[in-house]
């Protein structure tokens, strides 16, 4: 470098590659692949080159520099890596929430349904939106709608079950009437978060966009799914599954399948909550403490 970029720490350079014929097409092809199989593994080995430290007793000078790239391909194909990779968290968070909803929902059965629902409305969202190309915004949609959209089915669930205890004689059309009626009002905060979401539509990011219009349209598809498909799983549950196993299964494997007796003590611990809550100004100190932090 020399005069104004004599000090200079940073050099850019821009790479452009040339098609050598008119056919566009198949020259976008084999750079991609070349991209991908060639160009970006070794400008990874670089990189990484140039992070590793050398040892006291190499001969090599340490490389005084750090490189970055970046190219459509590139950033691209880095991404949908990245993302491959970290779908693997993904399968494990997927195993956990189906642990935790079957020990929840007392019952394989509701939660397969549940699991599947999920799913159904991601899928339902992705084709009501018409996504042009899968963004990170979008990626987050998922993992959100996984990690907590299993909140309603609980609430439902709970639903069901209180009905049955205010009218345990009812007909079963009665009491599916009755827990729509209800469940339509349990639902509508969803409703109305999912239409907080559609308000990103007004920024002027694209990213926060593209996850507000996914993420309301998920949560709609999720709601209707769960209106429409876990209700009459709640019936299959209660007048086919759970008299088929009895039948047909013994005892223990009856225990694994609908986990009845791994249900919390619930009434011991609001008895619990009930006396913290009656010790007076610590408690309301040490609260306010935790809202604040």
Not at 158 to 184: C, E, G, H, K
Request: glycine share 2%; hydrophobic share 55%; net charge negative.
């Amino acid at each position: 470098f020399a005069d104004r970029a004599a000090a200079s720490v940073l050099l850019r350079s821009v790479f452009t590659f040339i098609a050598p014929s008119l056919d566009s097409s198949a020259f976008e092809e084999e750079f991609k692949e070349f991209a991908q199989e060639e160009l970006y593994p070794f400008l990874v080995e670089v990189v990484d080159n140039t992070t590793n430290d050398v040892t006291s007793d190499s001969w090599e000078d340490p490389l005084r520099m750090k490189l970055y790239f970046r190219g459509d391909e590139l950033s691209e194909h880095e991404v949908m890596e990245s993302l491959g990779h970290d779908m693997l968290f993904a399968l494990a968070a997927l195993f956990i929430s189906l642990l935790v909803t079957w020990v929840h929902l007392e019952s394989l059965f509701l939660a397969l349904v549940t699991l599947t629902t999920l799913c159904f409305s991601v899928l339902l969202a992705y084709i009501f939106v018409n996504v042009e190309e899968v963004s990170l915004a979008n990626f987050l949609v998922v993992f959100i709608v996984f990690g907590l959209g299993g909140n309603s089915f609980f609430k439902l669930k709970d639903l069901w079950a209180r009905v049955y205890l205010i009218s345990p004689m009812a007909a079963p059309a009665n009491r599916v009437a009755t827990f729509y009626r209800q469940a339509i009002w349990q639902m509508s905060p969803v409703i109305l978060i999912a239409f907080i979401f559609w308000v990103f539509l007004l920024s002027s990011m694209r990213p926060l966009r593209e996850f507000g219009f996914f993420m309301g349209t998920c949560m709609l598809c999720r709601c209707v799914l769960s209106l429409l498909a876990f209700v009459p799983a709640l019936v299959l549950e209660e007048q086919v599954v759970k008299p088929l196993l009895a039948r047909r299964l013994p005892p223990k494997l009856q225990q694994v399948i609908s986990p009845v007796a791994l249900r919390l003590p619930y009434p011991k611990i609001a008895d619990i909550f009930l006396k913290i809550a009656h010790q007076g100004k610590i408690v309301w100190i040490a609260t306010a403490a935790c809202a604040v932090v």
